[in-house]
């Protein structure tokens, strides 16, 4: 333990310091996923450091969620889950988002989608037929007036196509992308006669493809679909 809770010295915040020495003893895992922590009077003793600027370090490690404090027990390593790295984004580009960010997400999407979709043209499972099914099933179901719902409902295919790639990294880096397609869409798609339909088309022939493990066909569906979001926003800039 000496190694990673050595003392600390006194030039930057000590608290920064304290926080790096112990975040980079789990990335190289000399602290393991539910090991526990010395305690803080340890801690201060090992790092030459005052409580106070220790309990900011740890209030900012389990704030991003590499330690748990449990109240009682002690503190331990967490086992970091894709949900935690998907809501940091999620956030990242909430707090983003505006017109100048879609052109960004149109050019993403153009480069990633057709790979993904012919991704899950060979690695789809029935359950993600079911869910992509589903998705077309409720968007035509949707009441037209509805357009968030409808926004809603085609976010969730794409992300169920992804899903389906079985590629837990594809998921990572689409998940909070497709979380601003119903903002996207409100925005650019305002009053585009006739979108719904061909959206529903879209989907299906994109589904059908997957369905048939037809990898070819779906890249091209998704190419397809990605172009007329580009062509939908250039009318967009026109107005």
């Not at 930057?12 to 803080?40: D, H, W, Y």
Request: glycine share 4%; net charge neutral.
């Amino acid at each position: 333990m000496d190694e990673i809770f050595g003392k600390i010295g006194s030039a930057q915040t000590l608290s920064q310091k304290i926080e790096r020495r112990i975040e980079e003893a789990i990335r190289q895992k000399k602290l393991l996923v539910g090991a526990k922590l010395p305690s803080e009077r340890e801690l201060c003793e090992m790092f030459a450091v005052s409580r106070t600027a220790l309990r900011e370090a740890l209030r900012r490690l389990s704030a991003r969620g590499l330690i748990e404090i449990k109240k009682g027990s002690g503190m331990y390593v967490s086992e970091l889950k894709i949900k935690d790295a998907i809501d940091s984004l999620n956030l990242y580009y909430d707090l983003s988002f505006d017109s100048n960010l879609i052109p960004q997400i149109i050019e993403v999407r153009r480069v990633f989608e057709p790979e993904i979709a012919r991704m899950a043209a060979n690695n789809r499972r029935d359950k993600d037929l079911d869910l992509l099914l589903k998705n077309i099933s409720d968007l035509e179901d949707c009441d037209p007036d509805n357009t968030q719902m409808e926004a809603d409902i085609i976010n969730k295919f794409h992300l169920n196509v992804a899903k389906a790639s079985c590629n837990p990294i594809v998921i990572i880096t689409m998940e909070p992308i497709y979380s601003l397609l119903p903002r996207m869409r409100n925005l650019i798609y305002a009053n585009v006669d006739g979108e719904k339909d061909f959206t529903i088309k879209a989907h299906r022939t994109i589904y059908e493809a997957i369905r048939d493990k037809d990898a070819d066909k779906a890249f091209e569906a998704m190419v397809g679909q990605i172009n007329r979001t580009l062509e939908i926003y250039t009318q967009y800039l026109k107005k």
